[in-house]
Structure formats: structure tokens, C-alpha cells
């Protein structure tokens, strides 16, 4: 396991450079005002217009505009002033290895009199200080709600205060291991799988568990709970890259389900500021609208919602992949959709014992 | 710990009386046939005039009322034998001890070209079914797919196949553990907590682990994840009533917070044909309309919807406490509410530090 002994101390070398990032802004601000100047920063403008898909990177990323807000500008005091408490503030968190959530930021701001008009102030405020410092608020311990969930066997160490130090094995606990700050900030130790099947849904990753897919397949499950988390993008992109692992995704087979696959792979578009999330080389692998014929599985008719949505994903960059817009052809031609469960027609385990095998076959030839 | 101790084989022992419940159903069948009847099956009925608010048991009972269903009656036949199938179909679940969900229920039909015209006629039959045999549908491993979390010094033993006799501290993942079937299902073999306390919003609730409130505080902590999921209602009793911990409940501040604590308490009226999902003693401490006051909380103000919610709970018999009435009282003269997260005003930790406390002490007095 080369990759596996190479990762050791990722999450705390990651830490490191956060915290270094946010240290170098503030730097940047004392040396602007010893200098006698008013204190500004540059970043790069999230504008629509300045997001464009990048190829190479397989990603959406920003462009070469930017903006300046500076001091010297009455107008652009106040977001300087809410920026810079911003980064005070979570550089406190991160280094007392203390998490929170982006409603807790906004009131946080009351306890400094530092005044949000509202969240969605503070929220933008959080998503400058990404622009700005280049991570994630994850990596600065700014938690969504959301927790999705991983069931397998890899061994990890946690980093946090209290943990330091202790390991666990991913199959512990049969109803899945939650993804929250723990894991997130946990390395990885010792991993027997060698691939990671991502689910949509909470009812079909406990049925693999029951399943044995675990063993039968040497995966590691990861419950995505619909559209997955950040945390959970990230974490997926650490067990591609960190431990070499191919990643599978299986939703839905409708135009949601096949964007939910895609902003594992590829992002989004508001995430554009940000590298890290996405996994390029991850494989949507169903349901497939060729699968609903091939299997003849149980199926609704198509929304109009649901149609409206095919043609938007139609102009999409990242869907121009051959398997992309077959589906989406065959979605336009069937005018159907099927769910995960559409499966259990042939018995609970059909879904198991017959399709995912044929499909992990198919994965790795296309 | 002798409540403990006498706690272990309750799981075994309900999943027998569930398994003798379904085969009894099965046995009555066949001594109709036999007996040259037709099949005919009798239960309360769901119907809203037999609903109804039983004080001493503190929750929504049906009433005396009943249906007989029979396939002497060609309107009865289709209804009854979807019983029958799915009275089979979640027997031989449980026996083989896998999952499913309601989802799942629905296209398994399929498989047995047993005609379901859609979800909700399956959804209405498992409802049926519970009410025949007396047990919620997570008692025959039929399961939703929210999940909610725990977290503390609780030892399970699970007896799920694969997992029997394993034993796991609830400790082993800072993130929580999933409440799921496993969890569910497990036995509990050790406890060093003294008391549970229930909470409203994942951020919170890891904010708790990481201030240690479990150690400090002897506590379990549950994440409901919002309305809590019945699996987690009655894992909550359990701990109430196996262990004997006293179940505080900690919520936003507002009508659908109060409503969360409500329903964990007394139950609610969709599921009056259902016992043991409710803990009648675990009390609601927070955010209450009075501690906005008290704690000068940041607030929003109600909205239209809030102030219509606050007079229908005026009218629900299960809002007639004293602190209840007190509170819904409150709301509509003060006209605000808060998050949980709205203590976060006066640093991160002042909710551990000084509200838990304070709520903890006057919990006990009334």
C-alpha cells in the first residue's frame, strides 16, 4: 500500500497550510498599514461572467478579473472590516480545533459587534474569505448541517483534540460511520477495499451493507444522501487520490441522480473559486436510461420539470462525454425515469447479485 | 446499574412477540379457510373521529371503533390480499433479518405480481398492517431513510447477522453513530451516562461533543435531525425506559421546535395506533419563548405561518401543560423566536457553559 503510507499526515500538512494562508492575510494587512497605506485585498470575481469551464482541469474555475476592495473606498470598509473579522474569527477555530456552521458564524459576528444585516451577508462574506485564502470553509471548520455517511474497511487515525491518535475501522458500526469533522479530519491508516461505491440513497446503502458488498466487491460504501455534501466531495476525492481507489456513483436514474454524479465529478459552478471537491476520474455507472430498457424496470413518466432540466443539462459543458449524452438522449427518447429501488421488481437482492456486478464490469471499460 | 441489567434480550424478546404476532395473523387465516369460512381479518379503525388523546397514557390512542375486512365482499378482496402478501413479504424480512423500506415495498410487489396502483397504496397497507399486528413498521424491518445520530458512553451488543455479539462504546466515532437498524436493534449492554439529551440541529449537536457535555454532564447525546424518525422515538424510549435516563429535549425556539419535543414526548395523532414510540416523562427545556426574553436572544420575528401554528397547538389537548401554555403565551405576546445557535451571540461555548447548566438544574424542579 504505497499510496496508503504516503498519505499518512495529509489532513495535518493540509492544516498547516490553511492555517498559513489566513496567517499570510493577515500579515498582508499589518505590513499595508505600517506602510501608511489603506488596507486592501484582491481576489478573484465570482461573476458570471467570469466562471468558465475548464477542460483540462475538468472543473469550473474563475477567470482573470478581479476585484479590489479597499479601505481608502468608504463603500467597501464595511465588507473589508466583515472580511477580515471573518478570517480572525474561523483562524481562531481552526487553531482551537473547534468546528461550526455558517448560522453560528452570523451570530458569532454579535458577540464583536461586528454586524451582519443578515445570514446571507455572512454566508457571502465566508465564500470571499474561500476566494480569498484558496480552501474551503471546511478546511477552516465552517460545517454545513448535512451529514452524509461511509461504511468499509479502512482504518483511520483521528486528529482531533481528545482523539488524537485513536484509530477505527470503517466497519465498526453496520449502519454506516457518519462523515461529519471527525472524518473529515481523520487520516487514513490501513484500507483493504479497492474501490468506492457512492449511493444516493440511505435504504440502498444499508441494503449493500446487508449485502456483503463490502466484502463481495472490496468497496467502501459511501451513503451520499442525495446531492453529497461538500465535506463528502472532498472526502471521496481523498480516497481517489490519496489511496488510489476508483470511485463509482450510482443514483437515480433520472436528470437529478446524473447531477449528482456530475458535481462529484466535476463540481459546480458555484464552487468555482475552489479546487479539491471534485473527482474527475469518478464513473456514474446508473441507473442509466439504457438501463431502465435493458431491464425493463418499473418507471414514472417524465415531468415536465424533469424534461426542462435535460435540456439545460443538454448545453452543459460537462455533459458533452459520450455516456452523458447518450443518456440523456435516450432520457429524451423514453421519456421515463427510474429509482435505485426499481430494482427489487426482480427481489431484494437482484440489485446485488445481478447489476452491480455487470456493471463495476462495464465501468472499467469505458 | 440493575435497570441495565435486565435490560439485556429486550430486543430479542420483541422481535420474537413481533415474529409470533405475524404467524398468528397467518394461523387465523388458515383456520378460516379451513373452517370453510371466508377469510376476514377485523382492526380499529384509523379513521379521524376514532382518534383520540388518552391523558393517563399520554399520547393518541384509536378509539373502539373497527373495520372487518372480508373476501366475501368483492370490494375486500384486493385490500386484504395485499395485507396477506404483505404480512408474507415482511415476515420472511424479518426472519432473514435484512431491511427494507417503504420505497423498496412498493416494487418488491412487483416481483410477486402483487398490484400495488402506487406508493401510497403500500404506504397505506404497512400502515394496516402495524395496526393488525400492533407493531410499527420498524419493528418488521421496514426502515425510512433518515437517519439521526447518537453519541456518548453507552455499550450496545448488536444482533444483526454478521455483527452478533459484537460489541461497540458509543464513543468509538466523534461524529455520532448512525441510529439505523443495526443500532436499532442492538442490545444495551452498558451505560455510564445518567441522563439523554435530545438535539434539534446536527451543528449543535457536534458543537456538544466537542465542549464534551457527554463527559461533563454524564449525558447521551441524540441528534433528531429535526422531526425525529420513529426509529430514534423509540431508541429514545428505550433509553428511558430500559435505562431509566431521564430524556431532556432541546430545540429552536419557535412552533415547529416546540412541535419536535411534542411529538417525542406524546407521539403523534398518524401513529394513535402505535405504543411504544413516545417517552411521556422526557421533558422540552429550550429554546423556550421566555428564554429569548430572558437571555435577550438575537430573534427574528413570527412569521404568519408561525402565528397560525401557535394558535392550532393552543387547541391540541397535548399542549395543556402548564409550561406549554406558558410558553406558546409568551410566543404570541413577545411575537419572536430564535435558533439554538442564537446563543452563539455570546461566544461558542456559553451554551455549554452556562444555559445547559442553568436548564439542566431547572429541569429537574418542575
Redesign the interface.
Known sequence: MSKNESSRGAVRERKEKVLTSLQNLGERIYRQIIAGEFPWIKMPSRSINNILYDQKLRQYILGNRSVRRSSRNIRHIRPLTQLIWTAMFVNDLTRQ?????L??V???A??YEMSFTDQQESDNLITDLETVIGYSREDFNV?P???S?IFGDLTIE?T?P??EGRR?NLT????????????TGAEFIDCKADKVIAIE???LF??FI?E?VHIKHKALLVHTAGQAPRATRSFLRRLNQELGLPVYIFTDGDPWGMHIAMVIISGSANAAHLRDLNTPDAKWFGVWASDIVEYKL?SDKLTELDIKRLHELRKDPRYEGKIWSREIETFMRIKKKA?Q????????TYIVDEYLPAKLEMADSY
Chains 1, 2 share one sequence.
Open positions: 480545533s473547534k468546528t461550526s456552521t448560522r453560528d452570523f451570530y458569532s454579535q458577540a460545517f448541517e448535512e451529514r455517511a483521528y482531533i481528545g482523539y477505527l465498526s458500526h453496520p449502519d454506516g460511520m457518519m462523515i461529519g469533522p471527525a472524518l440513497k440511505g435504504g444499508t441494503r446487508e456483503r418499473p429509482e429501488e426499481a430494482f427489487s421488481r426482480y427481489g431484494l
